[in-house]
């Protein structure tokens, strides 16, 4: 590609921020992934494999639990006006039924912590973490499930409906949580099953529909209303899923593998339509087949088999044109410690999200995953995706060149490329 000096200018009221997850950036957490992170199971598997198990273990992670003015104080120097955050239901709803107040005060003095610093919240209310006692229920296979979720979810937002305006019910939670816990086996519970995938996806897709309803319910918005429509109130519920730019040669087209592999990645998203004001979408590889001609940039440095494709974020927000609803980018970066790629890799991901705008696809944000290094689920503390550098020693945060360089992006809501 080559582009010279020119100025892209992003629609009026774009937003432009990072993401987190509690998990990955709180620290001392209490779930089902911190059990099993801590078990004999996991522990042999790593050294089985040579690794040392204390970088596998997520321990007090960024502290982040007690440093998010810290955070927010950067992402406030960095320009950013929104920022996507998860709660953890495990500090919400430690047992059964039983909701913990100081908690919650906690959570509501991080959003107005970010509000104080012209940032607006989009809260995810789960993200791959999950109580103990769920957990010994049976966790996602449950067929209460769905009900577990929404009573924690109207706590929550009974709670946050005066503070919070834009929220997501789960995050990968058909894309990659079902197949990674479920079908590879892979994360906890270390399933491979093929029936409890379709089991847990459709429980998940369940949810996200009585939590939606829920949560309209408690603004007082009919959940019937059509499309944008919502998106005007003060509230807009979304699902966010993870998509993988898949292409092949001519023969698995024929033989429609691609095709399949589309409708699972889109799936969660057109069967729960009339309960989405938006989608949101996270975008980090594309992954070629057999015959596939496409070429890219290269490998992912710190997450193979990840590769660098960012026309594939553009070929994924067409495909999503279809749904006629807004869509935000609620994760896109790369793990990159020497921070020699993330600046061409932002800029050249947010070209192509601008050629997709230009094109009809109605982006409102773009998140960059993630503010801080943190917790990266199985791969553990090695990849370091921050626009902060994190010292996990002292704990001290160190802004990366490039985070000044998407700095300006976001303070001049265009794009300004040379590549
Ligand atoms: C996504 C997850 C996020 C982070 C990035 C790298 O799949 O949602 O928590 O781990 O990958």
Avoid at 179 to 189: N, V
Avoid at 211 to 235: C, F, Q, W
Avoid at 270 to 289: A, E, P, R, V
């Amino acid at each position: 590609m080559r582009i010279m000096n020119e100025i892209l200018k992003f629609p009026e009221d774009f937003k432009w921020g990072s993401a987190t997850s509690a998990h990955q950036v709180e620290g001392n957490n209490h779930n089902d992934w911190t059990e099993w992170e801590k078990s004999s199971e996991r522990i042999a598997q790593l050294k089985k494999e040579g690794k040392d198990p204390s970088d596998f273990i997520s321990g007090k992670a960024c502290d982040s639990y007690n440093r998010y003015e810290e955070d927010f104080d950067i992402a406030q120097k960095l320009n950013q006006n929104i920022h996507r955050f998860s709660i953890e239901w495990s500090r919400i709803e430690p047992e059964e039924g039983k909701f913990d107040e100081g908690e919650m005060e906690r959570y509501k003095r991080l959003i107005d912590a970010l509000r104080e610093r012209g940032i607006e919240p989009m809260v995810t209310l789960w993200h791959f973490t999950n109580p103990i006692w769920f957990a010994e229920k049976g966790g996602w296979l449950n067929r209460k499930a769905p009900g577990y979720f929404t009573r924690y979810t109207k706590y929550v937002v009974d709670n946050l409906k005066d503070r919070v305006g834009l929220w997501i019910t789960f995050n990968e939670a058909t894309t990659v949580y079902a197949s990674l816990s479920y079908l590879k086996g892979e994360w906890p519970l270390q399933h491979k099953n093929i029936f409890e995938f379709f089991r847990v996806r459709k429980n998940f897709i369940k949810a996200h529909t009585l939590a939606y309803r829920e949560i309209k319910k408690i603004y007082g918005v009919s959940p019937t209303l059509k499309n944008d429509s919502s998106m005007s109130h003060n509230v807009a519920v979304g699902l966010v899923e993870n998509n993988v730019y898949f292409s092949s040669g001519n023969l698995l087209k024929v033989l429609g593998v691609v095709k399949i592999l589309n409708w699972l990645q889109t799936c969660a998203w057109s069967k729960t339509l009339s309960y989405s004001d938006f989608l949101g979408l996270n975008y980090y590889t594309d992954y070629k087949m057999f015959g596939s001609k496409e070429s890219d940039d290269g490998p992912a440095p710190e997450m193979p088999p990840w590769r660098i494709y960012p026309k594939g974020i553009y070929h994924r927000l067409m495909e999503l044109k279809r749904f006629k609803k807004p869509i935000y980018i609620t994760e896109n970066g790369i793990a990159d410690r020497t921070d020699q790629l993330r600046e061409k890799f932002i800029k050249e991901h947010l070209y192509w999200v601008w050629k997709a705008i230009q094109d009809g696809a109605d982006v409102r944000g773009y998140m960059y995953w993630s503010l801080l290094d943190n917790f990266e689920w199985a791969k553990g503390f090695k990849p370091r995706f921050g626009l902060i550098e994190v010292d996990y020693a002292t704990l001290e945060r160190k802004i990366r060149p490039s985070a000044y360089e998407y700095g300006k992006i976001c303070k001049t809501n265009q794009l300004k490329i040379d590549l």
